[in-house]
T-cell receptor, first 112, second 114 residues
């Protein structure tokens, strides 16, 4: 079983709509969670950290559910520029900082 | 944010040759850098943790003699793919940690072995 699992998608979203997707992790010792965005053939870039109480950054909302071991990302008012692959990233308290476990990514395609 | 560079950004080589990839932290010192590999439509897989002044720590299944890592200074780590074969063709990405600013990824190196 993979440590971090994501629905690969693609999620086809009309411009202006809302899209949400989850990521599950298997290691209960995971303590740090992030969403990264990766454009085709580019490096991942940090979108936002995920805090226990949930957090929002503009049109993006991240939630953490420790009991069920998943995090979620919601994108409101989708823009064409939101088209990308969103990577779920997890760091375990038993690993050194920076030793990330990546999901394979969820592809989002925003259409006009 | 902090900047991490990689060189080259892409390379094509013949099977059996060795390829060196450089990862540099441009405006901060990184005692630890990480090397990842990403195959198409797959997740980034950590290959090894590169520690300045000491031996790298390799993940299970990664051959240390094939993927040579050297972290010669606080701003430079190199990954050498020795005797490359077509199955080594992949997107290699490094990341470096700045204690105060966080984790930053290099732009990646796309390796194609013919």
């Amino acid at each position: 079983r993979k440590e971090v699992e994501q629905d690969p998608g693609p999620f086809n979203v009309p411009e202006g709509a809302t899209v949400a997707f989850n990521c599950t992790y298997s290691n209960s010792a995971s303590q740090s969670f992030f969403w990264y965005r990766q454009d085709c053939r580019k490096e991942p870039k940090l979108l936002m950290s995920v805090y226990s109480s949930g957090n929002e950054d503009g049109r993006f909302t991240a939630q953490l559910n420790r009991a069920s071991q998943y995090i979620s990302l919601l994108i409101r008012d989708s823009k064409l520029s939101d088209s990308a692959t969103y990577l779920c990233v997890v760091n375990s308290r038993t690993d050194s900082w920076g030793k990330f476990q990546f999901g394979a990514g969820t592809q989002v395609v925003v259409t006009p | 944010g902090a900047v991490v560079s990689q060189h080259p950004s892409w390379v094509i080589c013949k099977s059996g040759t060795s390829v060196k990839i450089e990862c540099r932290s441009l405006d901060f010192q990184a005692t630890t850098m990480f090397w990842y590999r990403q195959f198409p439509k797959q997740s980034l897989m950590l290959m090894a943790t590169s520690n300045e002044g000491s031996k790298a720590t390799y993940e299970q299944g990664v051959e240390k003699d094939k993927f040579l890592i050297n972290h010669a200074s606080l701003t430079l780590s190199t990954l050498t793919v020795t005797s490359a074969h077509p199955e080594d063709s992949s997107f290699y990405i490094c990341s470096a940690r700045d204690v105060s600013l966080g984790q930053f990824f290099g732009p990646g190196t796309r390796l194609t072995v013919l």
